[in-house]
T-cell receptor, first 116, second 117 residues
Framework: DTEVTQTPKHLVMGMTNKKSLKCEQH?????MYWYKQKAKKPPELMFV???????INESVPSRFSPECPNSSLLNLHLHALQPEDSALYLC???????????????FGQGTRLTVV | AQKVTQAQTEISVVEKEDVTLDCVYE???????LFWYKQPPSGELVFLIR??????QNEISGRYSWNFQKSTSSFNFTITASQVVDSAVYFC??????????????FGTGTRLLVSP
């Protein structure tokens, strides 16, 4: 099983809503990532978890709150988002390789988020 | 600065034509990785290749081939005999070592490839 599964595929939310994006992988990877991709732009790293601990936060606003309940799951909790947060949110996972993380990341299909 | 430049925004070809996607990178690291990913309309990023900075051998995988030239900081991707299913956005990416020991991917702006029948 070489899949990263993301739910939901599409999400429309109001600026006062609270919602969560979910990501799951069963490849035994111990690093998981959230990327944000605006239309016609490349993906940009938001967060990295390794061994269920937050390792990197790329100065993401606090209205995005990641959570890693176990080694297979990664959530992104959303609260009080702005219309400019509308984007494709991609989850990825990768395997540790020696002393470095193998950045051959496997990506999910993403959640297309629209904030109204 | 560590960055990736994909100067071609969009390329249109007719099926069976060969097409080369350009990628130029800048990095201060001596050890790094370069990647190509394909993003079809469905959205997921599909890994195509990873190349270590010490391995300048060109690689061929079916209709795909990659030309890595450290002297010109380029890592170009050629599709031979293109097919409609090759239509997608292709991203070149560079691994950047962070102070946490992690390497993160820095992507180019992507090249949209349109292959018409």
């Amino acid at each position: 099983d070489t899949e990263v599964t993301q739910t939901p595929k599409h999400l429309v939310m109001g600026m006062t809503n609270k919602k969560s994006l979910k990501c799951e992988q069963h490849m035994g990877h111990r690093a998981m990532y959230w990327y944000k991709q605006k239309a016609k732009k490349p993906p940009e790293l938001m967060f990295v978890y390794s061994y269920e601990k937050l390792s990197i936060n790329e100065s993401v606003p606090s209205r995005f709150s990641p959570e890693c309940p176990n080694s297979s799951l990664l959530n992104l909790h959303l609260h009080a988002l702005q219309p400019e947060d509308s984007a494709l949110y991609l989850c990825a996972s990768s395997q540790e390789e020696g002393s470095n993380w193998n950045t051959e990341a496997f990506f999910g299909q993403g959640t297309r988020l629209t904030v109204v | 600065a560590q960055k990736v430049t994909q100067a071609q925004t969009e390329i249109s070809v007719v099926e069976k034509e060969d097409v080369t996607l350009d990628c130029v990178y800048e990095t201060r690291d001596t050890t790094y990785y370069l990647f190509w990913y394909k993003q079809p309309p469905s959205g997921e990023l599909v890994f195509l290749i990873r190349r270590n900075s010490f391995d300048e051998q060109n690689e061929i995988s079916g209709r795909y081939s990659w030309n890595f030239q450290k002297s010109t900081s380029s890592f170009n991707f050629t599709i031979t005999a293109s097919q409609v299913v090759d239509s997608a956005v292709y991203f070149c990416a560079l691994s950047v070592l962070m102070n946490t020991g992690f390497q993160k991917l820095v992507f180019g702006t992507g090249t949209r490839l349109l292959v018409s029948p």
